[in-house]
């Protein structure tokens, strides 16, 4: 008897209409049992926003089994684990986003806030995002996911961990492989472009990082910029162990006799 196909719960910042995401369930459906609840807009850079004082509505989609939701990737996750899903998902895919989330832009990303939420749940999570923001081609992102969704299903991350996947702006024959990596800590170079509107009015429109330096060998940005799949394992735990453990001795002596 084959095994049970994995359930999969598909979602996305780039909207239910985005191209990376009928390219992730294309190839998910080869493998798995996939239900989409996305936004039905575009909502890159909004993290892990929810949305709390306006009605939540979910709308049946024509293309994909599932739903488009009002408003943001972790109101669709929240929803769809909550309310619109049939059974739990084995694996929460949230992708394939279009632009980079290595670095520190895995702070900003809608992508990967999605993928926190499943992995606050309780849920296997992957992030996949595509490295280019120019004529993006999925498809080789895409075909990767049904042997990442079955790596969770086999292998599982451990509780409150979920996988940041960064993949080139590659065709499938050039990409060199997996490489499993550390979160880059270099600090984006990003600016804004102060600019006049058609009234002589100035606004400000944000600009992408500048060129790649001082990175790590082991970081997600060095493996892409090799041409590796950048696999990175983003725990949910933001405490400084560290610090932690040295029980706050400083600190908590610092505070002696300030509490009212
Ligand atoms: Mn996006």
């Not at 989330?101 to 606050?120: D, M, P, Q, R």
């Not at 492989?177 to 990003?190: A, E, H, I």
Request: hydrophobic fraction near 40%.
């Amino acid at each position: 008897m084959s095994e049970p196909r994995p359930r999969v719960l598909l979602t996305n910042d780039d909207g239910v209409r985005a191209p990376g995401l009928a390219a992730a369930y294309q190839h998910l459906a080869e493998a798995a049992e996939v239900t989409v609840v996305a936004p039905s807009e575009q909502r890159s850079g909004v993290s892990h926003s929810i949305t709390l004082e306006v009605p939540l509505r979910a709308t049946p989609l024509e293309q994909f089994p599932g739903y488009r939701v009002d408003f943001t990737p972790v109101d669709s996750v929240k929803l769809a684990l909550k309310h619109l899903l049939p059974a739990p998902p084995d694996v929460v895919v949230s992708g394939i986003n279009r632009g980079q989330n290595a670095g520190f832009l895995a702070h900003y990303s809608g992508t990967v806030g999605a993928a926190k939420e499943a992995a606050i749940s309780g849920h296997q999570a992957i992030a996949i995002s595509l490295c280019t923001l120019e004529h993006p081609d999925f498809e080789p992102a895409a075909r990767l996911l049904p042997a990442l969704v079955r790596l969770l299903v086999e292998r599982p991350l451990p509780p409150g961990v979920l996988l940041n996947v960064n993949v080139p702006a590659l065709p499938s024959e050039q990409l060199r492989g997996f490489r499993w990596c550390r979160q880059s800590l270099r600090v984006l170079d990003d600016d804004y472009d102060k600019r006049a509107d058609p009234r002589g009015r100035p606004y400000y429109w944000l600009t992408g990082a500048g060129p790649l330096e001082g990175l790590e060998p082991s970081d997600d940005l060095t493996a892409v910029e090799q041409g590796y799949v950048a696999l990175t394992p983003l725990a949910l735990d933001w405490t400084h162990e560290a610090l932690f453990a040295d029980g706050g001795r400083e600190a908590l002596d610092a505070l002696e006799g300030e509490l009212p």
